[in-house]
């Protein structure tokens, strides 16, 4: 018997909440995927508690799904949007820098008619997805300086930050303008160091920021893809949040992407959560087209010895267990954080790390991705 949509539904309506209702009657099942046994779906959470006190339920729902007929192997995924830890302030709103008259964190429009699935964005030719699963592991420290490396390559380069948590590409592309918007319609990106950037930090009230909910992370991220006047590019970068929540979900489903790059350390936790997110890619069909080992070796500076500070090859036997190939590793650099933190890429100059991420970038432009 060949298994059916509805079967599977028919499934998660026996899992009752512990609030009343059961996952289809409180759509709350996203992304819903089956082929050759293999069933993947996310469910939705409204926010990180929700989500973790929903653990028995995600369980249960594998348990049942996976004893229909047919089904091998069943990947379900708690979606949530972030913690709610206070995102970096945008600079322009500290100086009170003229807003622009668009309404960032509207709710989302629906789809034209006509229109079904991810759609491509005009002038955009490749739109790379930037994810880890945890914080703190590098990935926007990693998206800036491919951003940067690409465009010293010769690339037209977007770079879009959409870490409605933490967002970091202001501090870390040294942009603190506030973007305008003449028109009213569309907004204007700023360039820095040869990329167009965009980032959610510079268009928000952080206080409201952390109490959106998915229908206005949607529209905000929406807004940031179809209204600013990225022009002509031959690469999109976008810096996701860490995590599996609504702005993943959301990109993967609505916007067309060339695929995504995964960012982790070496260390089995940090591994552990890079093995859901890439899991949460599959289930959204967004290809993964490689994983960057992060902080992989720090070579000390005075006697050359190197130590495994966070582990050793963990992510390149992940990316060999995934058949993903492993893009590039990058060593625990001092000049690195205080490049970041000077708003200079490392890339941007000279030297060996400035050489690895180019030999990052050269792969994916040999590779057709960027
Ligand atoms: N290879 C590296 N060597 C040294 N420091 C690094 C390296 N990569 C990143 N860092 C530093 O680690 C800190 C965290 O990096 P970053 O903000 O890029 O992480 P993230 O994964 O984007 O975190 P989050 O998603 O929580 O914002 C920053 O201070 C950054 O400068």
Redesign the pocket.
């Known amino acids: 018997m060949t298994l059916t949509r509805d079967q599977i539904l028919g499934e998660l309506r026996r899992i009752g909440l512990p609030d009343g209702g059961d996952l289809v009657s409180r759509d709350m099942v996203r992304a819903l995927g089956f082929d050759a046994g293999r069933v993947r779906f996310v469910i939705e959470a409204t926010d990180a508690e929700a989500a973790r006190a929903l653990e028995p339920v995600r369980r249960a729902a594998e348990a049942a799904v996976g004893a229909l007929p047919g089904v091998e192997a069943v990947s379900a995924i708690l979606t949530a949007h972030g913690p709610a830890s206070s995102p970096a302030r945008p600079a322009a709103a500290e100086k009170g820098g003229e807003a622009p008259s668009l309404k960032i964190g509207r709710h989302p429009t629906p789809q034209a008619p006509g229109q079904t699935g991810p759609q491509r964005v005009a002038g955009v030719d490749r739109i790379l997805a930037v994810g880890?699963g945890k914080?703190?592991?590098?990935?926007?420290?990693?998206a800036s300086n491919l951003a940067v490396a690409l465009a010293r390559e010769g690339r037209r380069v977007g770079l879009l930050d959409a870490?409605i948590y933490?967002p970091?590409q202001p501090r870390m592309m040294g942009v603190s303008k506030r973007p305008g918007s003449p028109d009213g319609k569309t907004i204007e990106p700023l360039r820095a160091h040869g990329v167009t950037m965009m980032s959610i930090g510079l268009m928000l009230d952080p206080d409201k920021a952390v109490v959106w909910r998915g229908p206005m992370l949607m529209g905000a991220l929406q807004q940031l893809i179809g209204q600013v006047a990225w022009g002509e590019l031959d690469v999109l970068i976008v810096d996701l949040?860490?995590g599996t929540g609504d702005i993943q979900l959301t990109l993967c489903q609505r916007t067309h992407l060339t695929g995504a790059i995964v960012?982790s350390t070496p260390q089995d936790v940090a591994l552990l959560d890079a093995r859901k997110a890439i899991d949460m890619f599959h289930t959204l069909k967004t290809p993964v087209l490689g994983l960057i080992e992060?902080?992989s070796l720090y070579i000390c500076p005075e006697c050359g010895h190197e130590a495994h500070i966070f582990g050793h090859g963990g992510v390149r036997d992940e990316a060999a267990r995934l058949d993903a190939p492993l893009l590039g590793s990058?060593?625990?650099?001092?000049e690195?954080?205080l490049a970041?933190?000077a708003g200079t890429p490392v890339a941007a100059g000279e030297g060996a790390m400035a050489e690895a991420y180019l030999k990052i970038a050269r792969g994916l432009v040999a590779g057709g991705m960027a």
């Open positions: 880890s914080g703190g592991v590098g990935k926007s420290t990693v870490d933490g970091s949040p860490p960012v992060n902080m990058l060593p625990i650099d001092l690195t954080r970041g933190d």
